[in-house]
């Protein structure tokens, strides 16, 4: 057997039980309600679905109506990325941030760490 061949990827699907149809990750006619969207996940934000509001915010700054809580580890890269994940959801929802409270506190997982919460009122 030559190298070459150990390297090549195979031409065609692999067939289970003789069924001629390949498995496929998607379906085809799942495809076109897949159009559009962007998902974005870190870490077990997989898990979370978000929520569609109905009731209006108030605009003319009389109040928070809504809050958001973010969560990181205490280590710089992470609190990088919070810093760039409450930056990104500002910007991209025009968000009019009334108040904004902070935590240090242990979160329990597969070891208890350290993590800083942040809630922003909105």
């Known amino acids: 057997m030559a190298a070459d061949s150990i390297l090549e990827p195979e031409e065609e699907p692999i067939s289970l039980d003789g069924d001629e149809q390949p498995i496929s990750l998607v379906e085809s006619s799942d495809d076109s309600a897949a159009e559009g969207l962007a998902?974005?996940?870190?870490?077990?934000?997989?898990?979370?679905?978000?929520?569609?509001?109905?009731?209006?915010?108030?605009?003319?700054?009389?109040?928070?109506t809504r809050f958001r809580i973010f969560h990181s580890k205490i280590s710089l890269a992470p609190?990088?990325?919070?810093?760039?994940?409450?930056?990104?959801?500002?910007?991209?929802?025009?968000?009019?941030?009334?108040?904004?409270g902070q935590l240090i506190g242990t979160m329990e997982g597969k070891r208890p760490e350290p993590n800083l919460l942040v809630v922003v009122w909105y």
């Open 79 to 100: 609190l990088e990325n919070l810093e760039h994940s409450i930056n990104e959801w500002i910007d991209g929802d025009k968000i009019e941030v009334k108040h904004v």
């Open 39 to 64: 998902l974005k996940t870190i870490g077990a934000a997989a898990n979370v679905t978000a929520t569609k509001f109905t009731r209006p915010l108030n605009a003319d700054g009389s109040g928070a």
